[in-house]
T-cell receptor, first 114, second 114 residues
Framework: AQKVTQAQTEISVVEKEDVTLDCVYE???????LFWYKQPPSGELVFLIR??????QNEISGRYSWNFQKSTSSFNFTITASQVVDSAVYFC???????????FGTGTRLTVIP | EPEVTQTPSHQVTQMGQEVILRCVPI?????FYWYRQILGQKVEFLVS????????KSEIFDDQFSVERPDGSNFTLKIRSTKLEDSAMYFC????????????FGNGTRLTVT
């Protein structure tokens, strides 16, 4: 069975602080894909990143970076120098090869205080 | 940038009524999905649709639910006899060729069953 755990329900930071959102996943499959989605207050789900299980390289995109570690089954997301516009619920998700559906975590609500 | 559009943004219906949620996926996408998110909870997979048939569905997607692609552009979710517990945000998503292409979600339809 597949499972995605986001232990942090809510996080508050002051603007310009760095923040890391944790994601731990479980799967017996050796090939899988991990995702992060952002859900701003307006409600839509915005795709941020996809990684496959064979690529453990960390990735940086502007203020966003992702740390994928298979040894700990984690795919953590760091926002550097947070901004108020980063306030949203962030979901980590897992997809298996050939499977159609995404297994989502319960999300982490990030509030960036000005 | 092309996007998935959903209508209406908010639908209120009485218990026992039929409701149809509408989606226009991105035009060159081939795979279509419905997900739902009960308020404050995680996003859950309902159904995937490819080549004019359901390719996968979850336990939530029981006989009360159906999907259809009536023409070349729309993708609909029908709930035949709504229950209070069907109240949720329903997201449509689509993706292109290759099972690793990311899902693009619409803005969602908030369904309220009274």
């Amino acid at each position: 069975a597949q499972k995605v755990t986001q232990a942090q329900t809510e996080i508050s930071v002051v603007e310009k602080e760095d923040v890391t959102l944790d994601c731990v996943y479980e799967t017996r499959d050796t090939t899988y894909y991990l995702f992060w989605y952002k859900q701003p207050p307006s409600g839509e789900l915005v795709f941020l990143i996809r990684r496959n299980s064979f690529d453990e390289q960390n990735e940086i995109s502007g203020r966003y970076s992702w740390n994928f570690q298979k040894s700990t089954s984690s795919f953590n997301f760091t926002i550097t120098a947070s901004q108020v516009v980063d306030s949203a619920v962030y979901f980590c998700a897992l997809s298996l090869t050939g499977a159609n559906n995404l297994f989502f975590g319960t999300g982490t609500r990030l509030t960036v205080i000005p | 940038e092309p996007e998935v559009t959903q209508t209406p943004s908010h639908q209120v219906t009485q218990m026992g009524q039929e409701v149809i949620l509408r989606c226009v996926p991105i035009s060159n996408h081939l795979y279509f999905y419905w997900y739902r998110q009960i308020l404050g909870q995680k996003v859950e997979f309902l159904v995937s649709f490819y080549n004019n048939e359901i390719s996968e569905k979850s336990e939530i997607f029981d006989d009360q639910f159906s999907v259809e692609r009536p023409d070349g552009s729309n993708f609909t979710l029908k709930i035949r006899s709504t229950k209070l517990e069907d109240s949720a945000m329903y997201f449509c998503a689509s993706r292109g060729r290759g099972y690793v292409s990311p899902l693009h979600f619409g803005n969602g339809t908030r369904l309220t069953v009274t």
